[in-house]
């Protein structure tokens, strides 16, 4: 709440916590924000002794174990816009007594942050070290720090600034809240997310409100799922426990049954270890940005203001384990093809449409082969499903299937592979469904959404089919969002994320192979020749390595933008050139659209190495 926007970042009145200590003498000690409501005038100190301990001060409390002078330091905050769930940074000692490093989600944070005289007025963090520590610390500058996930670094010197920058990211990142599950994604912090997402989701509501969950196949579903009832109900809303169920179903659930809103418990194509908890409202629809931090914001201020009643006051948990199937019947009515004598392969990535997918297709009379539909919980996306499509186009060939289909652990994205063994990608898909549906008058302004991400083919093929390509950044939320405000009705990702907004609110895999299946049997062609309305120019994508906080800055480098002027200009006239910040994770990525992919393989990865060679 007490915050001001200065020249050099944001400073922010906040407690601090000693969370615990770390290896090599105590240099290195995390720090937890706490009370995040009861922001104040009080100084906050930490204090580096002779024997390397640090030590949690306020104002007259302040505990000193020596003599030697302080160095008050402005606490700088920055709110990028990166996915990140557990509020911790690391410190490291510098050898002139101040914090050198501020690390958070496996990066270090800018080196350059110079103090204005202003920001010493505001909340301050005291260093105090001997000569011990100070040599302690510079031992310590070479040796690697570990972030979260598989990120290693070595820290770098600092430009002797006044200032210790800590990064507050934000919780919530494109696709909910995500992280490994008991570490990063604590049952506590599930509890909350329910208690405020719960409050925040009905808080206008007359009526005791009801949610409806559902997870994945993970082994932490369950556990997560338990904490979050209880924070819901412990704000008095009640809770509907439908068990594995892919997101969209959760999403169909919602609007089917008028409750007040939905949340899926899945981390959708992540390694098993991850999780996460995404919300939608009473309409099915995901979340806008301004909803998720107001929730955040409840979190922070440990709900502050928000009476939790007792009694018959709190909510009650309902188990409806048979809801799954009115999903499969909404599926078999939204797209009523006959699949009778058509061979399909489908791999359901031992996750969430195990049961769903294959139901339904068998249901419309597929002659069906399934394949990773025995989850035990650690398994998901295990070398299958459509990040891992080998042995899917393997199967496809043997069986002599006319198609294979591959969902992810959440069953919202779907990619194809026709009888050759070919993968067909998302954009494939939306042309061909989007060339069927203009032919049968169904496709909405003739347009299809697609991310800047979107092969070029995509767009020739627009031109020479009559159909406009609508173009927004990477994220299904945004193509969403350009679909409801424009009243377009197919839109999506090369990814497999396509969205029939006629049908549902949200990605949704099954029902995007039940369409493309639609198109197969109503054309009589096979999935190879249908593909073919689109030419997918070669493509290559590297993705660069750099700190989270300089992500989107990489063209104020002046090498790098040289570099990249270089390469559009080798490329004009015959290609594209595509370098964007990612949204979820500490990279860069480099896209680069040509003729001939063993050039284009080679001048992503150049400048890619560049990039990151500069910028780490």
Same mark, same amino acid.
């Given at each position: 709440?007490?915050?001001?926007?200065?020249?050099?970042?944001?400073?922010?009145?906040?407690?601090?916590?000693?969370?615990?200590?770390?290896?090599?003498?105590?240099?290195?000690?995390?720090?937890?924000?706490?009370?995040?409501?009861?922001?104040?005038?009080?100084? @906050?100190?930490?204090?580096?002794?002779?024997?390397?301990? *640090?030590?949690?001060?306020?104002?007259?409390?302040?505990?000193?174990?020596?003599?030697?002078?302080?160095?008050?330091?402005?606490?700088?905050?920055?709110?990028?816009?990166?996915?990140?769930?557990?509020?911790?940074?690391?410190?490291?000692?510098?050898?002139?007594?101040?914090?050198?490093?501020?690390?958070?989600?496996?990066?270090?944070?800018?080196?350059?942050?110079?103090?204005?005289?202003?920001?010493?007025?505001?909340?301050?963090?005291?260093?105090?070290?001997?000569?011990?520590?100070?040599?302690?610390? @510079?031992? #310590?500058?070479?040796?690697?720090?570990?972030?979260?996930?598989?990120?290693?670094?070595? &820290?770098?010197?600092?430009?002797?600034?006044?200032?210790?920058?800590?990064?507050?990211?934000?919780? !919530?990142? #494109?696709?909910?809240?995500?992280?490994?599950?008991?570490?990063?994604?604590?049952?506590?912090?599930?509890?909350?997310?329910?208690?405020?997402?719960?409050?925040?989701?009905?808080?206008?509501?007359?009526?005791?409100?009801?949610?409806?969950?559902?997870?994945?196949?993970?082994?932490?579903?369950?556990?997560?799922?338990?904490?979050?009832?209880?924070?819901?109900?412990?704000?008095?809303?009640?809770?509907?426990?439908?068990?594995?169920?892919?997101?969209?179903?959760?999403?169909?659930?919602?609007?089917?049954?008028? *409750?007040?809103?939905?949340?899926?418990?899945?981390?959708?194509?992540?390694?098993?270890? !991850?999780?996460? @908890?995404?919300?939608?409202?009473?309409?099915?629809?995901?979340?806008?940005?301004?909803?998720?931090?107001?929730?955040?914001?409840?979190?922070?201020?440990?709900?502050?203001?928000?009476?939790?009643?007792?009694?018959?006051?709190?909510?009650?948990?309902?188990?409806?384990?048979?809801?799954?199937?009115?999903?499969?019947?909404?599926?078999?009515?939204?797209?009523?093809?006959?699949?009778?004598?058509?061979?399909?392969?489908?791999?359901?990535?031992?996750?969430?449409?195990?049961?769903?997918?294959?139901?339904?297709?068998?249901?419309?009379?597929?002659?069906?082969?399934?394949?990773?539909?025995? &989850?035990?919980?650690?398994?998901?996306?295990?070398?299958?499903?459509?990040?891992? %499509?080998?042995?899917?186009?393997?199967?496809?060939?043997?069986?002599?299937?006319?198609?294979?289909?591959?969902?992810?652990?959440?069953?919202?994205?779907?990619?194809?592979?026709?009888?050759?063994?070919?993968?067909?990608?998302?954009?494939?898909?939306?042309?061909?469904?989007?060339?069927?549906?203009?032919?049968?008058?169904?496709?909405?302004?003739?347009?299809?959404? /697609?991310?800047?991400?979107?092969?070029?083919?995509?767009?020739?093929?627009?031109?020479?089919?009559?159909?406009?390509?609508?173009?927004?950044?990477?994220?299904?939320?945004?193509?969403?969002?350009?679909?409801?405000?424009?009243?377009?009705? @197919?839109?999506?990702?090369?990814?497999?994320?396509?969205?029939?907004?006629?049908?549902?609110?949200?990605?949704?895999?099954?029902?995007?192979?039940?369409?493309?299946?639609? /198109?197969?049997?109503? #054309?009589?062609?096979?999935?190879?020749?249908?593909?073919?309305? %689109?030419?997918?120019?070669?493509?290559?994508?590297?993705?660069?390595?750099?700190?989270?906080?300089?992500?989107?800055?990489?063209?104020?480098?002046?090498?790098?933008?040289?570099?990249?002027?270089?390469?559009?200009?080798? !490329?004009?006239?015959?290609?594209?050139?595509?370098?964007?910040?990612?949204?979820?994770?500490?990279?860069?990525?480099?896209?680069?659209?040509?003729?001939?992919?063993?050039?284009?393989?080679?001048?992503?990865?150049?400048?890619?190495?560049?990039?990151?060679?500069?910028?780490?």
């Amino acid at each position: 709440r007490a915050a001001e926007t200065t020249d050099t970042g944001v400073i922010l009145k906040a407690k601090f916590k000693c969370n615990k200590d770390a290896a090599q003498d105590g240099v290195l000690v995390s720090v937890q924000k706490t009370d995040a409501s009861n922001f104040d005038e009080k100084n @906050i100190n930490v204090t580096f002794s002779g024997g390397n301990s *640090v030590i949690l001060t306020e104002n007259d409390t302040t505990m000193k174990l020596d003599d030697k002078q302080e160095e008050t330091l402005p606490i700088y905050i920055e709110e990028p816009s990166v996915q990140h769930v557990t509020p911790y940074m690391i410190i490291t000692g510098g050898a002139d007594g101040l914090p050198k490093h501020v690390i958070t989600d496996g990066n270090t944070i800018r080196d350059d942050m110079e103090t204005s005289s202003d920001n010493e007025k505001e909340s301050t963090m005291t260093t105090d070290t001997t000569e011990k520590s100070s040599r302690s610390a @510079i031992d #310590t500058t070479e040796k690697s720090v570990s972030g979260t996930g598989d990120n290693q670094l070595n &820290p770098v010197s600092h430009n002797n600034h006044k200032g210790v920058i800590i990064i507050m990211a934000r919780m !919530f990142g #494109t696709d909910g809240v995500r992280g490994v599950a008991g570490s990063e994604l604590t049952i506590e912090l599930a509890t909350k997310l329910g208690q405020a997402g719960a409050y925040v989701l009905t808080k206008e509501q007359e009526h005791q409100a009801t949610i409806i969950v559902g997870c994945d196949t993970r082994i932490s579903g369950g556990m997560l799922a338990s904490a979050l009832m209880a924070g819901i109900c412990s704000v008095g809303a009640n809770a509907i426990f439908v068990g594995v169920m892919p997101t969209p179903a959760i999403a169909y659930l919602t609007r089917k049954h008028k *409750v007040d809103a939905g949340v899926v418990i899945s981390a959708s194509h992540n390694p098993m270890e !991850f999780n996460g @908890i995404k919300f939608f409202n009473g309409e099915g629809y995901k979340l806008p940005d301004e909803m998720e931090d107001e929730i955040e914001a409840l979190i922070k201020n440990n709900m502050k203001d928000v009476v939790l009643p007792i009694g018959s006051g709190v909510g009650k948990i309902d188990y409806r384990f048979d809801l799954r199937d009115e999903y499969v019947k909404f599926m078999e009515k939204c797209v009523p093809v006959d699949l009778k004598g058509m061979k399909i392969v489908v791999d359901c990535a031992e996750g969430a449409s195990h049961y769903t997918s294959v139901k339904t297709l068998t249901d419309l009379g597929a002659d069906l082969v399934a394949i990773h539909t025995d &989850p035990d919980g650690t398994n998901i996306n295990s070398n299958c499903g459509s990040t891992h %499509m080998d042995e899917l186009k393997a199967r496809v060939v043997y069986e002599k299937a006319a198609v294979g289909l591959a969902f992810d652990g959440d069953a919202d994205r779907m990619l194809a592979v026709d009888e050759h063994g070919n993968v067909v990608d998302g954009d494939q898909i939306m042309a061909i469904c989007g060339n069927y549906m203009k032919s049968k008058g169904t496709l909405k302004k003739d347009t299809i959404v /697609v991310t800047v991400m979107t092969n070029l083919g995509f767009t020739l093929m627009g031109q020479k089919e009559g159909i406009h390509v609508e173009k927004t950044k990477v994220g299904d939320r945004y193509v969403l969002e350009n679909m409801r405000k424009n009243g377009y009705n @197919i839109g999506g990702e090369q990814s497999g994320h396509v969205i029939f907004l006629d049908d549902n609110t949200t990605g949704d895999g099954l029902l995007s192979a039940l369409h493309l299946l639609e /198109v197969m049997v109503n #054309t009589g062609k096979p999935l190879s020749e249908l593909a073919e309305i %689109m030419e997918v120019l070669p493509q290559a994508l590297v993705n660069a390595k750099v700190p989270n906080h300089k992500k989107e800055k990489f063209m104020e480098y002046q090498e790098i933008a040289d570099a990249v002027a270089d390469v559009e200009k080798k !490329f004009k006239g015959e290609g594209r050139v595509l370098i964007r910040p990612s949204g979820t994770e500490p990279l860069v990525r480099v896209m680069i659209e040509g003729k001939d992919q063993k050039v284009i393989d080679e001048e992503a990865r150049k400048l890619a190495e560049l990039i990151t060679k500069i910028m780490l």
